[in-house]
């Protein structure tokens, strides 16, 4: 009995093999950019935006940090990293900047929420950025396909 038990204390004492290296291709000095907006809705309802600015910067975003919609509906907004040839490389739906849902209580002393449509807002967008990426197309959602209508196209500088 006790030499069994000695046995089995042994063999899981013992050295390890060390296993094969696996595959992992780590990103070399991983960028952020952060990307402001001033997106605004014409008369005729139409969505413009405008840049203010752009700033890249060495990190990697945390998976917690990134809030996107999974699934998109018409009048959100697709951000697209295109490299050199436009090809897309990455890509992603935002919640549509102009329509928030804000929640408050009632006279009842109740909560209740209600969607306000905006006139205009600020964009800003913090990207984990594709090492080949040369410029950052926003489109709006226009149906229910996914099909989108480009609003603005960013060079990075």
């Given at each position: ?92 739906f ?7 849902m ?34 950052i ?17 960013t060079?990075l500088?």
């Open positions: 009995m006790i030499s069994t038990l000695l046995v089995i204390i042994s063999i899981s004492c013992g050295a390890k093999k060390s296993s094969p290296q696996e595959n992992v291709i780590l990103e070399i000095n991983p960028k952020l950019i952060f990307l402001n907006y001033s997106i605004s809705k014409k008369e005729n309802g139409e969505k413009n935006i405008q840049f203010i600015n752009q700033i890249v910067t060495d990190g990697k975003l945390k998976s917690n940090d990134v809030i996107f919609v999974k699934n998109p509906k018409k009048g959100d907004l697709k951000c697209t990293q295109l490299d050199e040839n436009s090809n897309e490389l990455q890509n992603l935002i919640e549509n900047p102009l329509t928030k804000i929640e408050f209580v009632n006279d009842s002393l109740s909560f209740e929420k209600k969607n306000v449509n905006l006139e205009n807002n600020e964009l800003s967008l913090r990207l984990q950025l594709h090492n080949k990426t040369k410029s197309l926003i489109s709006e959602v226009i149906d229910s396909l996914k099909h989108t209508k480009a609003l603005i196209k060079e500088k």
